[in-house]
């Protein structure tokens, strides 16, 4: 309990406060962690500290609801504008529960019934108004097992649900790909930090919820999902038990726990949990995420500008969230990738076909988030006519791809037979429920209202009880017209008129100057301005008749809407396999799109580890600059050398150029086509990129530091099956430490990893590895020099670059003149004073190719050297040839 309500609660026995206040007290000590919403008749109100922060975070004002000695903090909203409230607090990183009023206030006996129908976090939500519509909103659990963690993620909107077991130092990679929007942990015996879940808090910004151990522990878990799948095994869905259910099965029964607590209801969408076996999908740890822009960009954040946003065509939500799990997910196995490749192929080669597709693939709506509403109980009115309107489009899906030209088929089977194997999959999961279909149809109005109970939700012509009811309410108006012209003739009164109001009712209305002539059956009502208002036992009895209709006929039309949605829900299982069917054809109908819109190309797959590219161009950048992106050539494999070592100036592409080969990398496992002219690629099992530099102070790291570890996690983890990208390592340090460990670095990649690697750097010492180093190619960045002017080329050309430019590059960036004409000299003094040459052909004589460690320098060292030719023996004493001799022999000791 919060101080305010602990202490107002100390300063007032129970019995002083109102029934609604108590009600309210105990409803709180139930969720102490959340902001209550008690609903109080047109109103949700809070009270004490959930009042002072509703007040702070909505823009509400805060008012007190006693004014006396001791009063109560309370700030409401109206019911009717819950939704952008709720999104707010939820969006602030607030737990909000709603509390309800569960019984009519005008049948009630004492204080109104209320209860908590729902808790709302930030992982649990399925309202659209509290979604983002392209993205899954998912809710996450870790439980660590030695040095294994399990993590379950679950979006509650739509009921996907997956667990895996990860290596303990992935877990975090893991969690910042997924990206939850809320992360379940378990409550430690001590008050101290989860490391993992701190990391991943101040990575993310998610909000870290706490549970009780228990409800990880194997027993607990297995007990739980058991319970929600109506089985005696998990084996069903994949997951090996023999041992007890092991770290991912115990996140997912901690999760499934929290959901079915938050919600207050079944959740009858999530009819399955799927085992995500890591080893099937290319890893890509959080560094290389981040540094390739897949979800967003490195500068600001943002989602325009990332890999995403560029390739992205679908045309419904769901087909968007499925492309950004893809992305997530690239895939390993040939054989999944070329499924892909062949729907992609089919679609696009013919467009009439594709952009009718399309078409109708956007008008299906929002199936999968529906059914969730549907799962908890919450579907609307709208909901249940959304998904008879996505229904009534299968058949025209599955008539387009049939080549009928989007007239809808009978059967799947006119259409499956004439499909590539994973589109006549999908098709086979689209086979729609005729029934609900119908039933839906004949049940609701076209534009029912949002909410169920005030009329208008169900058809004319569906139940005849409903429509003599409607009949009597909508008669009223001719009848209450037929009886005022019967009263103005009984009574000679042509003035007279029949009206109503909410706090009389129906009322006969008499002016003055007639009262002389009212009947004696009247029965005066109220008197206004000008006139007496009466009322008959005949009115009255119609209006009891009128009321009464409308309040049946709204209460039997929610009772009618509750059998209705309950019959959709039997079809939940068949609506989710066509919301998922659909989620893909879009997906995959949108990079067929995309490759015939770009020009892309049908990357070739094979077994050996080769990287080939031909006229390649990065997907994001090539749509900003249009016919000024230059497209580049690019090979990694055995025969001409699996690792490149990349020179060339500053602005001149290298860093473009080796994140292309990435995402090229990464779309070819999607199942994507390219963009390139020819692609042959053998898959690899992780993407490893080392690109840029930050500070992250925050967390006591410095550039350098972070530099390191991630080159660590790199040398570490890949394989030979791994690609990697690397972009200037060793700039955070000392010249000489930068360049040791550059060296150190690519000697390592090329001979122990023997993984395809490219590496971009201004070392350029670095290049004399390829003469010495099996595997090692040199290429740089093409620039073309012009009157003391250097004009880039963005071609990427074999060979070694023959100087830097970086005074060049000052100069384009707006550096002072003065300025850089004095870098200009103190370079040509620096180059005098340091000898570059080569010092390929000492290591060759001292060590052969076949040597498993490579000298960098040889010796003595070039300063030493430099400084005894230097030397005027002729003018030396003695005594000063032997001090020098002695400071000589200290330094080359040193």
Known sequence: MKKAESSYRASKSVADLTPAMRQYMEQKAAVPDAILLFRMGDFYETFYEDAETASRVLGIALTTRDRKEDPTPLAGIPYHALDGYLAKLVRAGYKVAISEQVEDPRQAKGVVKRAI???????????????????????????????????????????????????????????????????LIARPPIDAPDPLAEAFRSITGAAITQRPAHHFDAYHAEEVLHRHFGVATLAGFGFDTSGGPDASLRAAGALLDYVLETQKTVVQHIVRIARRDTGEFVQIDQAT?????????????????????????TVNPMGARCLRRWLRSPLRGIEAMVRRQDAIADLRADRERLRRLRHVLGEVGDLERVTGRLGVERASPRDLVGIRRALERVPAIRGVLAGDWGLPTSSAGSAVGTCVALIADLLAQMQEPADLCDLLSRALRPNPPLTVREGGMIADGFDAELDRLRAIAAGGQQWLAEFQAREMQRTGINT????????????????????????????????????????????????????????????????????????????????????????????????????????????????????????????VLEQRLGERFVPNDGSLDAARGR?????????????????????????????????AAAMRLGPVDRIFARVGASDEIARGQSTFMVEMTEAANILNNATAESLVILDEIGRGTSTFDGLAIAWAVTEHLATQTKCRALFATHYHELTELASILDGVRNCNVAVREWKDEIIFLHKIVDGPASKSYGVHVARLAGVPAAVVRRSREVLAELERSFSRESHAPKLAAKRSRDDRQLLLFGDPPDELREELRRLDLNRLTPLEAMETLKRLQDRANA
């Not at 500068?299 to 500008?305: H, K, L, N, V, Y």
């Open 117 to 183: 129908v729902r808790i709302v976090t930030p992982g649990t939500l399925t309202d659209d108004a509290l979604l983002e519509e392209r993205a899954d909103q998912l809710l996450a659990a870790v439980c660590t097992h030695g040095r294994m963690t399990g993590i379950a993620c679950l979006e509650l909107a739509s009921g996907q649900f997956f667990a895996e077991l990860v290596p303990s130092d992935c877990a975090l990679d893991e969690l910042v790909r997924w990206r939850p929007a809320e992360l």
């Open 289 to 313: 995420w981040r540094s390739l822009e897949i979800e967003q960009t490195l500068r600001g954040g943002t989602f325009e500008g990332s890999l995403l946003h560029a390739i992205d065509r």
């Open 496 to 619: 007279l008129k029949v009206g109503f109001n909410a706090v009389f009712g129906y009322y006969i209305e008499i002016t003055h100057p007639n009262r002389d002539r009212v009947p004696p059956d009247y029965v005066r009502r109220q008197t206004v301005k000008n006139a007496e208002r009466y009322i008959t036992e005949e009115l009255k009895q119609h209006e009891v008749g009128v009321l009464t209709a409308r309040e049946r006929a709204n209460e039997l039309e929610y009772r009618l809407f509750e059998r209705i949605r309950e019959e959709a829900a039997r079809h939940i299982p068949a609506l989710l396999r066509i919301a998922e069917a659909i989620g893909q054809l879009d997906a995959l109908a949108g990079l067929a799109e995309l490759s015939c819109e770009r020009n892309y190309a049908r990357p070739e797959l094979v077994a050996e580890p080769v990287l080939e590219v031909r006229d390649g161009r990065h997907p």
């Open 643 to 675: 690792l490149v070592l990349l020179t060339g100036p500053n602005m001149a592409g290298k860093s473009t150029y080796i994140r292309q080969m990435a995402l090229l990398t990464l779309l070819a496992q999607t199942g994507s086509f390219v963009p």
